[in-house]
T-cell receptor, first 112, second 112 residues
Framework: NAGVMQNPRHLVRRRGQEARLRCSPM?????VYWYRQLPEEGLKFMVY????????ESGMPKERFSAEFPKEGPSILRIQQVVRGDSAAYFC??????????FGPGTRLTVT | TQLLEQSPQFLSIQEGENLTVYCNSS?????LQWYRQEPGEGPVLLVT?????EVKKLKRLTFQFGDARKDSSLHITAAQPGDTGLYLC????????????FGGGTRVLVKP
């Protein structure tokens, strides 16, 4: 009974490069959420997706960040032209419907 | 904007002692969830409280939801070193999509 899977677990990028973070939800879950946790801070909502649709991206920066959840395959959070301030832990959560969310282990992004 | 405030931010106690963590808001939440997060991992769901005044027990952990559904508490009896971690409360947004608002967390350290 696999839980939410995220990869890579750790990602190092130089300033200006692109970062791609992947999330496979729990089996049967069609709702995916992305959250960001800055050092010593709580988790902040970024985006909510269902298959092939972005439902709510109110927490995502308007520039350089994008997310998708295709019909087949994992959800992808993409950060273009990364800057040092993007260094954080990025968590994906999934749910069956509008109920409890289950989190993956996170991807720790370090921008050098 | 719905906000959740947790107190204290940090708690250090000896094994066998009791502790209480608080989660407060000026807004009403339809439910509140408690998570525990260990270093390098994602949040793990402990419990969801839904009804005002509800009390739920999980072994030595007791969770209470305020009558007005604006606050919650987590009480740990006879804490053990394995209880060490970051405790987070979270509530779903009133807006569509069920995105979670998180408190800032309480870091608990139980010393043997």
């Amino acid at each position: 009974n696999a839980g939410v899977m995220q990869n890579p677990r750790h990602l190092v990028r130089r300033r200006g490069q692109e970062a791609r973070l992947r999330c496979s939800p729990m089996k049967g879950h069609s709702h995916v959420y992305w959250y960001r946790q800055l050092p010593e801070e709580g988790l902040k909502f970024m985006v909510y997706l269902q298959k092939e649709n972005i439902i709510d991206e109110s927490g995502m920066p308007k520039e350089r960040f994008s997310a998708e959840f295709p019909k087949e395959g994992p959800s992808i959070l993409r950060i273009q032209q990364v800057v040092r301030g993007d260094s954080a832990a990025y968590f994906c959560a999934s749910s069956l419907g509008w109920d409890e969310q289950y989190f993956g282990p996170g991807t720790r992004l370090t921008v050098t | 904007t719905q906000l959740l405030e947790q107190s204290p931010q940090f708690l250090s106690i000896q094994e066998g002692e009791n502790l209480t963590v608080y989660c407060n808001s000026s807004s009403v939440f339809s439910s509140l969830q408690w998570y525990r997060q260990e270093p390098g991992e994602g949040p793990v769901l402990l419990v969801t409280v839904v009804t005002g005044g509800e009390v739920k027990k999980l072994k030595r952990l007791t969770f209470q939801f305020g009558d007005a559904r604006k606050d919650s508490s987590l009480h740990i009896t006879a804490a053990q070193p394995g209880d060490t971690g970051l405790y987070l409360c979270a509530g779903p947004s009133k807006a569509a999509g069920n995105k979670l608002t998180f408190g800032g967390g309480t870091r608990v350290l139980v010393k043997p």
